[in-house]
């Protein structure tokens, strides 16, 4: 079945520590996604890639990075510069007639 | 660019009831709008989505949603509802132009529906 897998599910990071995300797609869409949710805050767009090599950042990409080397993949990276990254970060991907796809998400805690 | 507003955080309902969640968008551009479910600890799953055409859209799980141009609204309705039903609904919005663009999200309304 394609679909979106993301892990892990759950991701414990020590303060100062870098952490990278893992989000894979077989739905051969061209565009992904990172996502970032707070309670009563909806979800934000981290950074977004609509081609392999490409990639723009969203409304909070301060403390995060982003590769896309290949259609498949859009790992994200949590790094020590973000003050706040307790968070529940959702990837998704998208061919707009079927809309996006999300995975089921990784819960990042600092511990 | 665009915005989304859900104009309720939290609705309660009593099962067998009818429902409507409202959202209201803005945009500069036409849109394309979308209506996801989020369980406790889950991704989203997808309810519907207006592309073109009539604009009546039939989702999953017995919700469908009217989209009015005039009052920029895609309000999401179910005539009878489920305990099943509870959950948090997200409205979302993306620009027509740019395909594989930024999908803009509201706050959420949490549906709490009770026996």
């Known amino acids: 079945d394609g679909g979106i897998t993301q892990s892990p599910k759950y991701l414990f990071r020590k303060e100062g520590q870098n952490v990278t995300l893992s989000c894979e797609q077989n739905l051969n869409h061209d565009a992904m996604y990172w996502y970032r949710q707070d309670p009563g805050q909806g979800l934000r767009l981290i950074y977004y890639?609509?081609?392999?090599?490409?990639?723009q950042k969203g409304d909070i990409a301060e403390g995060y990075s982003v590769s896309r080397e290949k259609k498949e993949s859009f790992p994200l990276t949590v790094t020590s510069a973000q003050k706040n990254p307790t968070a529940f970060y959702l990837c998704?991907?998208?061919?707009?007639?079927?809309?996006?796809?999300f995975g089921s998400g990784t819960r990042l805690t600092v511990v | 660019a665009q915005s989304v507003t859900q104009l309720d955080s939290q609705v309660p309902v009593f099962e067998e009831a009818p429902v409507e969640l409202r959202c209201n968008y803005s945009?500069?551009?036409?849109?394309?709008l979308f209506w996801y479910v989020q369980y406790p600890n889950q991704g989203l799953q997808l309810l519907l989505k207006?592309?073109?055409?009539?604009?009546l859209v039939k989702g999953i799980n017995g919700f469908e949603a009217e989209f009015n141009k005039s009052q920029t609204s895609f309000h999401l309705r179910k005539p009878s509802v489920h305990i099943s039903d509870t959950a948090e609904y997200f409205c979302a919005v993306t620009g027509r132009a740019n395909q594989g663009g930024k999908l803009i999200f509201g706050q959420g309304t949490e549906l709490s529906v009770k026996p």
């Open positions: 890639s609509q081609i392999v090599n490409d990639f």
């Open positions: 945009s500069s551009v036409s849109v394309y």
């Open positions: 998704a991907s998208s061919m707009i007639q079927y809309g996006y796809t």
């Open positions: 207006y592309l073109s055409g009539s604009t």
